[in-house]
């Protein structure tokens, strides 16, 4: 089992910055993959970023691409992702979630075997 627990979110103006933090514990993360996705009021649950674990390739989806940055600290176990230059679109829930190396492309959210509860990010002035 894998546990996640996210941090970090909540509501910033448009253009600014903000960083979620997501806590993993359980079983080894040296095959795993880490992502991040984002669900909206009314829409489908859209990856936005992910990482190897064991390599750090970094994968990200073109809406975010150049704003976000996914980053693991392997001491302390934890996924962080950097967004800046937030935009009223990026507001959604963000999950931490993590599959395992052939579960499925990074970003597709069927490929996630473990979820974290989600945190709220809302970019509004």
């Known amino acids: 089992q894998v546990q996640l627990v996210e941090s970090g979110g909540g509501l910033v103006q448009p253009g600014g910055p903000l960083e979620l933090s997501c806590a993993a514990s359980g079983r080894t993360f040296s095959a795993n993959v880490l992502g991040w996705l984002r669900q909206a009021p009314g829409k489908d649950r859209e990856a936005v970023a992910a990482t190897i674990w064991s390599t750090a390739t970094t994968f990200y989806a073109d809406s975010v691409k150049g704003r976000f940055t996914i980053s693991t600290d392997n001491v302390k176990n934890t996924v962080s992702l950097q967004m800046n230059s937030l935009k009223p679109d990026d507001t959604a829930v963000y999950y931490c979630?993590?599959?395992?190396?052939?579960?499925?492309?990074?970003?597709?959210?069927?490929?996630?075997?473990?979820w974290g509860q989600g945190t709220q990010v809302t970019v509004s002035s």
């Open positions: 979630a993590a599959a395992f190396l052939g579960d499925g492309p990074w970003f597709s959210a069927e490929a996630y075997r473990y």
